[in-house]
């Protein structure tokens, strides 16, 4: 079946930091990847996606870049803001699936400090 | 705002009581879910419904009952919950069956605390 492994939080980094969080995955067919953020008191919010193998999906300074030979799609954020502390969850879809049921990693908290 | 909307943000019930979670989408989007979110957990899909049928509902407790009327609008009707029932719980919908997939769109969800 699908699975996404994304590394534990928590990240603690000081502001203009760069961050890395690890998302790597496990799918049948060619999957399409989302990250979602999630702010204290929300729901999740979609950040970037990605539909095919050496996209890169970008948005409010994050990337993350779909690498079909390492199953692997790593968010990254040159210089970090205070703004930026919520958790980050990785996601996959199979496209055209019935359902288009999402598989979400257990997310990553990241805390970003003045 | 999203375009997807949770109704009420907080609620505070007693194990004895009824109560319903509301969720509306104004996307015209024709999938929504049910996901609870509880601390130090990964989310838990509760029930999907795709052109307003449901097509999956994960072994959750009979005290949960989903209601959906027309594709705009999803219910969840609490009865007799227990205090572990306690958490987050987010509505999403999603347009499936055109070929482009643009994932969940979640609303901002409901905290639920039962006492």
């Known amino acids: 079946g699908n699975s996404v492994t994304q590394m534990e939080g928590p990240v603690t980094l000081s502001e203009e930091a760069f961050l890395t969080i690890n998302c790597t995955y496990t799918a049948t067919g060619y999957p399409s990847l989302f990250w979602y953020v999630q702010y204290p008191g929300e729901g999740l919010q979609l950040l970037l996606k990605?539909?095919?193998?050496?996209d890169k999906g970008s948005n409010k300074g994050f990337e993350a870049t779909y690498r079909k030979e390492t199953t692997s799609f790593h968010l990254e954020k040159g210089s970090v803001q205070v703004s930026d502390s919520a958790v980050y969850f990785c996601a996959l879809s199979r496209i055209k699936a019935a359902g288009n049921k999402l598989t979400f990693g257990g997310g990553t908290r990241v805390l970003v400090k003045p | 705002e999203t375009g997807v909307t949770q109704t009420p943000r907080h609620l505070v019930m007693g194990m004895t009581n009824k109560k319903s979670l509301k969720c509306e989408q104004h996307l015209g989007h024709n999938a929504m879910y049910w996901y609870k979110q509880s601390a130090k957990k990964p989310l838990e899909l509760m029930f999907v419904?795709?052109?307003?049928?449901?097509?999956e509902n994960n072994s959750v407790p009979s005290r949960f009952s989903p209601e959906c009327p027309n594709s705009s609008h999803l219910f969840l009707h609490l009865h007799t919950l227990q205090p572990e029932d306690s958490a987050l719980y987010l509505c999403?919908?999603?347009?499936?069956?055109?070929?482009?997939?643009?994932?969940?769109?979640f609303g901002s969800g409901t905290r639920l605390t039962v006492v």
């Open positions: 419904y795709s052109l307003e049928e449901r097509v």
């Open positions: 990605a539909t095919k193998a050496d």
């Open positions: 999403a919908s999603s347009q499936v069956g055109t070929g482009v997939y643009n994932g969940y769109t």
